[in-house]
């Protein structure tokens, strides 16, 4: 017999701490499950409650529930894997990933394909191929940079699967855009950058979403789990994407608006499978980017991992940009490999990135 009353000392901190505000959620246990809904109640919950387990061996289900869709998440031996919700988040993700990379290079070797035409390979060759990368990557990242704030503002705001699922319906436009832009000119020019920045625009965004909703679709002690199948999935379509990225342009031929139309179809069953991920609830319905930059500063001084964290991600990502634009321009101008293999040692880049993901 376990008696597991609400801890009313630390409810009366609210009393001593300004800041602080008491809030609960409504729980009930029917048939030998513990049941509690995703609505914040104002004040310290009145319910205590008593649990028998009469074999500790046996796994203990919770399930979890709001008034648009059920959701049930099991702990112990018979727990599966991956939830349902969390199935449509992954599968959302891999399509966001996987056109990001696919487009970006496809943009980046149209471009060093018309700058280059007629050149002989040398240095001259190099540099302009380092040029076309570079301003691809560029005009791709600089959103991410810019718009992320945003990004992580819109997620606290709003409901998250609104935000995912408005994002994965602008991904579907901004690729059928893409589809256009080459079926007007094969060869590119400028209108395929500026769909490569939408693309940029569209990761910001959705990136604080995807993993803000994570804590809010499994359970907490699973929570590592899921963060490294998200990263393993992201990684398994940056490897794909940029692997197929190159053959599809190949084998589109003159007729280049194929390989993003490819693309198109792959976001409309991202936008499809993100339907499937529960309806939250915003995590606050006050403040705007100020109050989002003053909560994170505050959290990154109280959390030492944070400290840790954040310098390591930035030199990593720096070291990675900067890597993955030189094998690009290592493999058309010294390799002189065709659009179809040219994606071949940035995926084994991400090979590699991704094992490191799962050892961690």
């Not at 599966?80 to 980046?108: E, H, T, Y």
């Not at 709003?158 to 893409?178: D, W």
């Not at 909703?213 to 998200?230: D, S």
Request: net charge neutral; hydrophobic share 50%; aromatic share 6%.
């Amino acid at each position: 017999m376990h008696n597991s009353p609400h801890n009313l000392e630390l409810a009366d901190l609210e009393q001593v701490i300004s800041r602080l505000r008491n809030v609960h959620f409504q729980e009930t246990v029917s048939n030998g499950v513990l049941r509690f809904d995703d609505q914040l109640r104002s004040g310290p919950s009145q319910q205590q409650m008593r649990f028998y387990f009469p074999n500790p061996s046996k796994s203990c289900t919770i399930a979890r529930t709001n008034d648009h869709h059920g959701m049930t998440t099991t702990t112990g031996p018979d727990q599966q894997p991956v939830s349902r919700s969390l199935r449509g988040l992954l599968i959302a993700q891999f399509c966001g990933a996987f056109n990001d990379n696919a487009w970006k290079l496809m943009v980046a070797l149209l471009a060093i394909r018309q700058a280059t035409a007629g050149m002989a390979p040398g240095p001259e060759l190099e540099t302009v191929a380092q040029t076309q990368t570079a301003t691809a990557f560029v005009i791709f990242t600089l959103p991410l940079m810019l718009l992320s704030l945003v990004g992580g503002t819109l997620a606290d705001r709003i409901s998250k699967r609104t935000v995912i699922i408005t994002v994965k319906v602008a991904e579907v436009l901004l690729m059928t855009a893409g589809t256009v832009v080459l079926w007007l000119n094969p060869a590119g020019g400028m209108l395929p950058l500026i769909v490569l920045c939408g693309m940029g625009v569209h990761s910001a965004l959705f990136s604080p979403s995807k993993y803000g909703i994570l804590p809010e679709l499994i359970p907490h002690e699973r929570l590592a789990a899921g963060n490294g199948l998200l990263e393993l999935w992201t990684f398994a379509a940056i490897l794909t994407g940029t692997a197929a990225g190159g053959f599809l342009l190949q084998a589109a031929g003159s007729h280049t608006w194929l390989a993003p139309l490819v693309l198109t179809g792959l976001s409309i069953v991202g936008l499809v499978t993100a339907f499937s991920i529960p309806p939250v609830s915003p995590a606050r319905t006050e403040g705007g980017i100020g109050a989002t930059i003053l909560g994170a500063w505050a959290a990154i001084q109280t959390e030492r991992m944070l400290q840790m964290a954040i310098p390591m991600e930035i030199f990593f990502w720096t070291i990675a940009s900067l890597f993955m634009q030189n094998v690009i321009v290592y493999a058309k101008a010294v390799l002189q490999l065709s659009d179809a293999m040219s994606g071949l040692p940035l995926t084994l880049l991400s090979v590699g990135i991704g094992i490191g993901a799962i050892l961690v």
